[in-house]
T-cell receptor, first 111, second 114 residues
Framework: GEDVEQSLFLSVREGDSSVINCTYT??????LYWYKQEPGAGLQLLTYIFSNMDMKQDQRLTVLLNKKDKHLSLRIADTQTGDSAIYFCAERSGGGNKLTFGTGTQLKVEL | DTGVSQDPRHKITKRGQNVTFRCDPISEHNRLYWYRQTLGQGPEFLTY????????KSRLLSDRFSAERPKGSFSTLEIQRTEQGDSAMYLC????????????FGEGSRLTVL
């Protein structure tokens, strides 16, 4: 079955790097995604990675995928107060058309 | 604004009443999804459409819930005889079947059942 797990909270200082981790169980996942949700708002797609890649970089964001361990991480460089939000990882399983989301990691950026 | 739009943004109702939410997807997207999100949780899949066909429904979608997408464009999600446990944010998303599968979400419709 599909199950996606994340740690609940992360607190960092402004200017530091943030690393948000995610584990998933479905080895047939084809794509994995990171979404950001600000209070009272919908989900905003940040980035995605295809399962045959192990790294993807997009400006301040770096996604690392360890397919053997079914572990995904999102690194945010030079974290800013505007990055404070809940971050969700999600997987799309092979042959499926829906995304399964983790419980979200609340990132708090302190001055 | 050409993103996914949802209406109403907030709905407060009494237990036992019926409610209906509407979603207008991004115009060129042929897939439309409904998710439910409760406080402190990630979105949970309810159902999805490809064009006007409803292709998958979650076990979460009890018989009090019905979704339609009559012309393959906008969609409605109706909840009959609402219960307090239905209180949640109902999120709509759309995608194009030939892309890499990412979903584009609306701002959500928050339901409060008193």
């Amino acid at each position: 079955g599909e199950d996606v797990e994340q740690s609940l909270f992360l607190s960092v200082r402004e200017g530091d790097s943030s690393v948000i981790n995610c584990t998933y169980t479905d080895s047939s996942s084809t794509y994995l995604y990171w979404y950001k949700q600000e209070p009272g708002a919908g989900l905003q797609l940040l980035t995605y990675i295809f399962s045959n890649m192990d790294m993807k970089q997009d400006q301040r964001l770096t996604v690392l995928l360890n397919k053997k361990d079914k572990h995904l991480s999102l690194r945010i460089a030079d974290t800013q107060t505007g990055d404070s939000a809940i971050y969700f990882c999600a997987e799309r399983s092979g042959g499926g058309n829906k995304l399964t989301f983790g419980t979200g990691t609340q990132l708090k950026v302190e001055l | 604004d050409t993103g996914v739009s949802q209406d109403p943004r907030h709905k407060i109702t009494k237990r036992g009443q019926n409610v209906t939410f509407r979603c207008d997807p991004i115009s060129e997207h042929n897939r439309l999804y409904w998710y439910r999100q409760t406080l402190g949780q990630g979105p949970e899949f309810l159902t999805y459409f490809q064009n006007e066909a409803q292709l998958e429904k979650s076990r979460l979608l009890s018989d009090r819930f019905s979704a339609e997408r009559p012309k393959g464009s906008f969609s409605t999600l109706e909840i009959q005889r609402t219960e307090q446990g239905d209180s949640a944010m109902y999120l709509c998303a759309s995608s194009f079947s030939r892309n890499t599968g990412e979903l584009f979400f609306g701002e959500g419709s928050r339901l409060t059942v008193l």
